[in-house]
């Protein structure tokens, strides 16, 4: 071995793509392969499209899900966001249509 080089290995996360590098690689597909807890799951890249099936031990498919959760709360949280700022844009164009006197009774019939 070459004294030069460095022995460390940098471990790229399931949820990166190898091809592209996106960081939104989705599972797919999955199921235990034995009772030592490894998996076999298939996943895609929504990026550049890369597909995997591969078997995966218990630490990558936790560290995976984790970041998974993290990704589904990160979604949720700007969902809310959305919702919060179009209500926010419908209450003042409802206000301001009231206030022009824009809305009498007809127009819930």
């Known amino acids: 071995m070459n004294a030069g080089r460095s022995q460390t290995r940098v471990e790229i996360g399931l949820h990166v793509c190898p091809e592209c ?5 989705q599972p797919t597909c999955w199921e235990q392969t034995s009772e030592d807890g490894r998996w076999r799951i298939w996943r895609r890249c929504p990026e550049c499209e890369w597909t ?17 959760d993290f990704g ?11 919702e919060r700022t179009n209500m926010e844009q419908v209450l003042k164009t409802f206000a301001a ?12 019939r």
Not at 21 to 25: A, I, K
Not at 52 to 68: K, M, N, W
Not at 97 to 108: N, Q, S, T, Y
């Open 52 to 68: 995997s099936d591969a078997v995966h031990c218990e630490r990558e498919i936790d560290d995976y899900d984790e970041r998974l």
């Open 72 to 82: 589904t709360r990160e979604l949720a949280e700007g969902l809310k966001e959305l």
């Open 21 to 25: 590098e996106s960081h939104l690689v």
């Open 97 to 108: 249509a009231l206030a022009a006197d824009l809305i009498g009774p007809e127009d819930f």
